[in-house]
């Protein structure tokens, strides 16, 4: 037996799950082999990739705002390899920021909404982009055959605006939030997303 075939007999089939709170791009050892991309703005944050690895390998994480190598060691031969993975685990809430895309984030907002664009502008929206949020809550909100994907969104929407009027100062909008809260259909099921807010500023 050659060393190429001895390399091989000694490598293993994995099967690897990987769960993100950001949008991700995983490679395998090397930046040249992209093994998956984690897209949360589909509303999944997770993928699983079936690999022939040695015992040990690296994953490569890379997103808009940080770089990270793991290295992982297989598991006993004799042991099925299925590995999860949370890289949640490894981040701090400073890098899950970092990695936030404030413009590919509006893109979504103009063009599909949904839960994790609304997340990152709660936490990269500028002042200028209060008009983008208000507009869409009041657009959400009018959809009369509403269903609950689009509950969802209004309630998230009104997150992200929420801890903008706060941020930069424009309780007006508070008003607005609170408006759309009182005819909201979901109370039971997605209240609670902003809630909070709700009722940290009727005490004020």
Same mark, same amino acid.
Not at 98 to 116: K, L, M, T, V, W
């Given at each position: 037996?050659?060393?190429?075939?001895?390399?091989?007999a000694?490598?293993?089939?994995?099967?690897?799950?990987?769960?993100?709170?950001?949008?991700?791009?995983?490679?395998?050892?090397?930046?040249?082999?992209?093994?998956?991309?984690?897209?949360?703005n589909?509303?999944?944050?997770?993928?699983?990739?079936e $690999?022939m690895?040695?015992?040990?390998?690296?994953? $490569?994480f890379?997103t808009?705002?940080?770089?990270k190598?793991?290295?992982?060691?297989?598991?006993?031969?004799?042991?099925?390899?299925?590995?999860?993975f949370?890289?949640?685990?490894?981040?701090?809430?400073e890098?899950?920021?970092?990695?936030?895309?404030?413009?590919?984030?509006?893109?979504?907002?103009?063009?599909e909404?949904?839960?994790?664009?609304?997340?990152q502008?709660?936490?990269?929206?500028?002042?200028?982009?209060?008009e983008?949020?208000?507009?869409?809550?009041?657009?959400?909100s009018?959809?009369?055959?509403?269903?609950?994907?689009?509950?969802?969104?209004?309630a998230c929407?009104?997150?992200a605006?929420?801890?903008?009027?706060?941020?930069?100062?424009?309780?007006?909008?508070?008003?607005?939030?609170?408006?759309?809260?009182?005819?909201?259909?979901?109370?039971?099921?997605?209240?609670?997303?902003?809630?909070?807010?709700?009722?940290?500023?009727?005490?004020?």
């Amino acid at each position: 037996m050659n060393t190429q075939e001895q390399n091989i007999a000694e490598k293993k089939l994995i099967n690897l799950t990987i769960f993100s709170p950001v949008n991700v791009s995983v490679y395998y050892n090397t930046k040249s082999t992209l093994l998956m991309s984690i897209d949360l703005n589909t509303g999944i944050n997770n993928d699983t990739k079936e $690999i022939m690895s040695e015992d040990n390998f690296k994953l $490569i994480f890379v997103t808009h705002g940080f770089e990270k190598s793991i290295n992982f060691i297989a598991k006993p031969a004799d042991f099925q390899a299925r590995y999860e993975f949370n890289l949640a685990d490894m981040l701090t809430q400073e890098e899950i920021v970092s990695s936030y895309d404030r413009e590919a984030a509006i893109y979504f907002i103009n063009i599909e909404p949904n839960g994790y664009a609304f997340e990152q502008m709660q936490s990269v929206a500028e002042e200028g982009d209060i008009e983008l949020l208000h507009n869409k809550l009041i657009e959400l909100s009018a959809i009369e055959e509403s269903d609950a994907h689009n509950d969802y969104l209004i309630a998230c929407c009104a997150m992200a605006l929420g801890k903008n009027a706060e941020k930069y100062n424009k309780p007006e909008e508070v008003d607005v939030i609170r408006s759309v809260y009182e005819n909201y259909n979901s109370k039971e099921t997605y209240g609670y997303i902003f809630e909070k807010f709700i009722n940290e500023n009727n005490e004020q």
